[in-house]
């Protein structure tokens, strides 16, 4: 087997396609990218000698692709090639919920005509049970999310400003409304009398969500937003620069985290839900909650974040030693070397020596 297929929507951001690509490539394979917006004769022309198929945020598609993807998948089946789908989410981020439907009965469908699944995470095997059954659950192979060390030209300076007057809590990465952006901005009004400066870094792929987010933070002193692109270069230099990352994610979607991931490479900490990738660590080390509802999730939010404001006034380094430990967990748990023996299981269970 030389040849593996990528099925992703194009990104010229997304860092966790191109490192498993370039694991792939380091493992002997030739990665054959193919994207949705190739036809159905492009995708089986490029995929003659190709064995098998992984596929990436399907469940973020719409009802254009769906009908296109379900004829692609057919095909693809009668060929005898694998389809090995990611799990990285539960379901569809935005949209209606007529469309969140479809996208959970398409996803449903992907998962179980698959000859595998693909888990990024220990504890979503939960979830993909309670979505496509025991049989699909019973069938996935643990293939951790790259780590972020020495992915990147130049190691960040050592920031752990003991002298700053200010905690610096962040939040970057795609700023997208299931990131629930709105809840740090009232979270900022709760925290006003702190000494708390709440930094929002990074790009909105939606032009009106947006102006929405500018027109409330412009009214908040303690709310630094910069609302640009980030080139991967200048990733951990921005990450470096905060005392805590918030990732308060909509968890009836959101599943694993890269920026979890991106903390810990570079000594952070996060204030999340308990979410699968933020639960392959000691919870200890991290600033955890549960919720079920909107006000439930600003309380149990509004928590953490005092109890891990008064951990960092008490002491600094102590905090940040925490980071320390995350880092080097990241560093063993999630090491290109763990990644390529994920793959390694997978392509061995799959394609049996003869």
């Known amino acids: 087997m030389k040849k593996i297929g990528f099925y992703s929507f194009?990104?010229?951001?997304?860092?966790?396609?191109?490192?498993q690509k370039s694991l792939l490539q380091k493992m002997g394979y030739q990665v054959v990218e193919l994207?949705?917006?190739h036809s159905v004769k492009t995708v089986l022309r490029r995929t003659r000698e190709t064995p098998l198929i992984f596929f990436h945020w399907l469940e973020n598609g719409n009802s254009k692709h769906y009908f296109q993807w379900l004829f692609l998948l057919f095909v693809l089946r009668l060929r005898g090639i694998k389809l090995v789908p990611f799990f990285h989410n539960k379901g569809l981020?935005?949209?209606?919920?007529?469309?969140?439907?479809?996208?959970?009965?398409?996803?449903?469908?992907?998962?179980?005509?698959s000859a595998a699944t693909v888990l990024?995470?220990?504890?979503?095997?939960?979830?993909?049970?309670l979505l496509a059954?025991?049989?699909?659950?019973?069938?996935?192979?643990?293939?951790?999310?790259?780590?972020?060390?020495?992915?990147?030209?130049?190691?960040?300076?050592?920031?752990?400003?003991?002298?700053?007057d200010k905690m610096r809590v962040l939040h970057t990465g795609?700023?997208?409304?299931?990131?629930?952006?709105?809840?740090?901005?009232?979270?900022?009004?709760?925290?006003?009398?702190?000494?708390?400066?709440?930094?929002?870094?990074?790009y909105f792929s939606n032009p009106k969500y947006r102006e929405?987010?500018?027109?409330?933070?412009?009214?908040?002193p303690n709310v630094q937003l910069i609302p640009e692109y980030i080139p991967e270069e200048q990733l951990p230099w921005v990450v470096s620069g905060a005392d805590l990352l918030l990732l308060p994610y909509n968890v009836e979607s959101a599943m694993n985290s890269g920026v979890a991931i991106l903390a810990f490479s570079n000594r952070k900490r996060v204030l999340a839900p308990a979410i699968s990738t933020v639960l392959e660590y000691p919870e200890d080390l991290n600033y955890l909650y549960r919720y079920s509802t909107p006000q439930q999730h600003l309380e149990q939010l509004s928590e953490q974040l005092l109890k891990a404001y008064t951990e960092w006034n008490q002491d600094r380094v102590a905090f940040a030693e925490k980071g320390d430990i995350l880092y080097h967990l990241v560093e063993i748990q999630n090491s290109p070397e763990k990644v390529i023996a994920g793959y390694t299981q997978l392509f061995q269970s799959l394609f049996p020596p003869k």
């Not at 981020?93 to 005509?113: D, T």
Request: no cysteine.
């Open 120 to 129: 990024l995470s220990q504890s979503s095997k939960q979830y993909l049970q």
């Open 133 to 164: 059954g025991k049989k699909v659950a019973d069938r996935v192979f643990y293939i951790p999310h790259s780590n972020y060390i020495n992915d990147y030209p130049l190691d960040p300076p050592d920031t752990v400003n003991r002298s700053r």
């Open 174 to 202: 795609l700023l997208k409304p299931y990131k629930n952006l709105e809840i740090i901005l009232a979270l900022s009004k709760q925290f006003a009398w702190a000494d708390i400066e709440f930094v929002i870094h990074g």
């Open 93 to 113: 981020h935005n949209g209606s919920e007529a469309k969140k439907l479809v996208a959970l009965i398409f996803y449903r469908f992907l998962l179980r005509i």
């Open 35 to 37: 994207y949705p917006d």
């Open 212 to 220: 929405n987010i500018e027109s409330q933070a412009a009214e908040l």
């Open 10 to 19: 194009r990104s010229d951001s997304n860092s966790f396609i191109a490192t």
